[in-house]
């Protein structure tokens, strides 16, 4: 029964993207049949090729055999066109048109059990293209089937599009759930969210009630004084025992009391009253935050979504690069039942795909050399979430050869990311940590799937921007596993509200293991810094005034005074962070700072308190980090540097005239000096007479290909470091490991090509 559901969701996804892809293929073709410029048709028609190809391998993974074949053949008149073996017509048109349509037709009937049997028509459509991408020229003729069933010309146009709920079936006239865009459902969070600081407000309120409340207290007690000295004034003046002379002052002495009389009887009526609203007040409170977290909670369950969402995506993509890479890996996902904020899954997507993509490529190997080592020829892959509280854990392990010191150490080296003495001060783990620094791979070639070292770095900042941490564990020979740490949501946390000097700041709580007093005799001076002992370890004891550089006056501290401190963990390390006061734990409602201010050491956010105050919220990480920097031992200073170095000189090596005009102009348009060469024996001629910083060579050019051109670089002494860049349509596995191989520097695909790719791969190597 799952398994039917799960394929009913599938087919139900399937009908929407399809009709997004016939939709984008109808547009497309219109587009390409008013074009009149060669380059501009030549993009409309990669453009409509890919939307033909996207769409049969969306069908190809649901089954969905007549979409499939039609697309197939669709596609092979797209790419006869592309490699312009055929040339377009009027009658052409008329038939991708018809092709089209027919997608549209297939897609109702998709799932309710009456496809798999081609109509006449299709099979008829699918002959015609195959005959127009063989080179023959196109009649189409009206079948009989269509003119006699067909209502009219309406029949052959696209179907209206419905919303498909998951789990399929037509709509009905009333259903338990409908379908809403995203974009009308996201303001309504946004909107909820911002009631956080109304909740806020009202708890203000109250405090600020209670806070009143306890001042007339306070002048109860006093009045509690001084009362039985009023008695006895009011009784000497009452036996009238002063002087005749004073009467005045003892009629002005009895209007005092009398005043003294009414006044507390004034401010006691004034105080039962507040007392009252107090209570009323904390009943609203009550309930308005009773409500208001309902509703919040409610609002974010609707656009919360299961792990699988993001997960399903991953099967395939381990079975294509792996089959692509010679390898057999396998994927086990548990616990994907675990629901986070949709606005987490999107930016997580890229980071979990970068994650699994390096374990096939740098982690599994190949099942010849998995047998060498006594392992399963299949390797494997696991991904396990679960929910911690207001978090949720993500796993990702691998079985492969795990992390190799060696190479990470090497690569920081080559790149300048360490210096040697620093590198030589590092244990094994703090080496391997390195690979989340910008430029690290341990990768022997630059290709569209790895060996940029930009990855990693990437998948850690996306994770700290979120809020999360990340981890590893590396095992040689063994495999290596990452630990992804969460929340459930992206608008709400709790947070301790410190004081520092006189600024407020607030330490999210899942990073705060404990608040404590530190006595001053118990801090001792280990290496030149300031340490407390705490569950047995030694931990750092860094003044948050002096991170944060804040400046003012602090409190005068007395040995033996007891100051308030905080135990912050992230990043797998742990550090007390002394500050002035603590001033409690609460929700906190997290606003952006802006991209302006995106990347400001130490913050991480924004938050409104209930008093109307504006309040950065500090990012442990980066304290961890800034702490190694602070207490005397070093201080870093940013200092503006101008790099001035000459124009470096870059050998384009292609034949086609149309993409050497296109990448010469990319690399010219990015400040480099290019030279061009028609194919390989040209281009190895003008390397023997001139002086170039790098080749960037198509692989299939006549006479001598970019193959056997990088091993003649490779060969020559004088040129045997040269970088070689090869960008090529050459995608299979064999071709990308004889790149390998040959010593290429960087293989580019050009279906996966766009110039910022380019640009980003020449950077790196030059």
Not at 280 to 291: A, G, K, N, T, V
Not at 507 to 532: G, S, W, Y
Not at 588 to 611: D, E, F, T, Y
């Amino acid at each position: 029964m799952a398994d039917k559901d799960f394929s009913e969701k599938l087919l139900a996804m399937f009908k929407v993207e399809a009709q997004e892809h016939v939709a984008a293929l109808s547009s497309g073709l219109v587009e390409l049949e008013k074009e009149t410029s060669a380059e501009k048709r030549e993009a409309s028609i990669e453009v409509v090729y890919r939307e033909a190809h996207s769409l049969k391998g969306a069908a190809r993974s649901v089954n969905v055999r007549e979409i499939e074949t039609l697309c197939q053949a669709l596609e092979g008149v797209l790419a006869a066109l592309k490699r312009q073996e055929i040339t377009s017509s009027p009658e052409l048109f008329d038939l991708l048109h018809r092709a089209v349509d027919s997608l549209g037709l297939l897609l109702p009937s998709i799932g309710d059990g009456s496809t798999g049997a081609r109509s006449p028509r299709d099979t008829d459509i699918i002959g015609l293209l195959k005959s127009a991408a063989a080179g023959a020229k196109v009649h189409l003729l009206e079948n009989k089937e269509t003119t006699d069933n067909d209502a009219g010309p309406q029949a052959e146009s696209l179907p209206v599009r419905q919303e498909i709920e998951p789990g399929g079936g037509a709509p009905a006239a009333a259903t338990e759930t409908i379908r809403v865009s995203i974009a009308k459902l996201t303001p309504l969070l946004l909107q909820a969210e911002e009631l956080v600081s109304a909740k806020l407000a009202a708890s203000q309120r109250a405090a600020d009630i209670r806070e009143v409340n306890s001042s007339l207290t306070e002048w109860s007690k006093q009045w509690a004084r001084v009362s039985p000295e009023v008695r006895k004034q009011r009784r000497l003046i009452e036996r009238k025992e002063q002087p005749d002379g004073d009467k005045k002052a003892a009629q002005r002495s009895a209007r005092v009391l009398e005043f003294l009389d009414w006044n507390t009887a004034y401010i006691q009526a004034l105080e039962s009253k507040l007392q009252e609203l107090a209570k009323y007040i904390e009943l609203d409170q009550y309930s308005l935050d009773r409500m208001l977290d309902n509703l919040l909670e409610s609002t974010k369950r609707v656009l919360m979504l299961p792990l699988s969402s993001l997960l399903e995506i991953l099967p395939k993509l381990v079975r294509d690069l792996s089959r692509d890479q010679g390898k057999q890996v396998e994927l086990v996902i548990s616990g994907d039942d675990v629901e986070v904020d949709r606005r987490i899954l999107e930016e997580m997507k890229d980071p979990l795909i970068h994650l699994a993509r390096n374990c096939i490529d740098h982690g599994i190997e190949k099942p010849a050399e998995r047998k060498r080592k006594s392992k399963p020829p299949t390797g494997l892959i696991t991904i396990t979430t679960a929910r911690r509280n207001s978090h949720v854990e993500i796993t990702i392990s691998d079985d492969g050869a795990g992390l190799a010191t060696a190479r990470v150490r090497e690569a920081c080296l080559k790149r300048g990311i360490i210096g040697r003495d620093e590198m030589g001060k590092l244990n094994e783990h703090e080496v391997l940590s390195l690979i989340f620094r910008s430029g690290v791979s341990t990768s022997s070639i630059i290709t569209d799937i790895s060996g940029r070292g930009l990855g990693l770095a990437i998948v850690r900042e996306k994770v700290e921007k979120l809020g999360g941490e990340i981890t590893f564990e590396s095992r040689p020979g063994a495999g290596t596993e990452f630990h992804i740490r969460l929340p459930l949501t992206m608008a709400t946390f709790r947070g301790v509200v410190a004081r520092v000097i006189e600024r407020l700041f607030i330490l999210p709580t899942v990073n705060v293991e404990r608040v404590i007093r530190v006595n001053t005799t118990d801090i001792k001076t280990v290496e030149n810094r300031e340490t407390i002992s705490t569950d047995g370890q030694v931990v750092a004891l860094i003044r948050l005034a002096e991170i944060l550089d804040v400046k003012g006056q602090s409190a005068v501290v007395n040995p033996g005074d007891a100051l308030p401190a905080v135990i912050l963990g992230a990043g797998g390390k742990r550090i007390a962070l002394l500050v002035d006061e603590i001033l409690g734990e609460q929700d906190v409602l997290v606003k952006s700072i802006g991209p302006q201010l995106a990347r400001v050491p130490n913050i991480s956010g924004a938050a409104i308190l209930g008093n109307g105050k504006v309040v950065p919220i500090l990012n442990p990480i980066d304290l961890v980090k800034s702490a190694a920097f602070a207490g005397g031992a070093a201080k870093i200073s940013l200092a503006a540097e101008t790099i001035k170095r000459k124009r470096q000189a870059v050998l384009v090596v292609e034949d086609s005239i149309t993409a050497r005009t296109l990448l010469k102009n990319i690399l010219e348009g990015a400040a480099y000096d290019v030279t061009t060469a028609v194919d390989g024996i040209d281009g190895f001629t003008q390397l023997r007479s001139g002086v170039f910083d790098m080749v960037v060579s198509d692989v299939d050019m006549p006479r001598m290909n970019g193959f056997d051109l990088t091993v003649k670089i490779r060969a020559d002494k004088k040129l045997a470091e040269l970088p070689v860049v090869l960008v090529t349509a050459l995608d299979s596995r064999e071709d990308r490991e004889r790149g390998i191989d040959v010593g290429a520097s960087a293989y580019i695909v050009k279906s996966s090509f766009d110039q910022s790719n380019l640009l980003e791969v020449i950077r790196r190597l030059i």
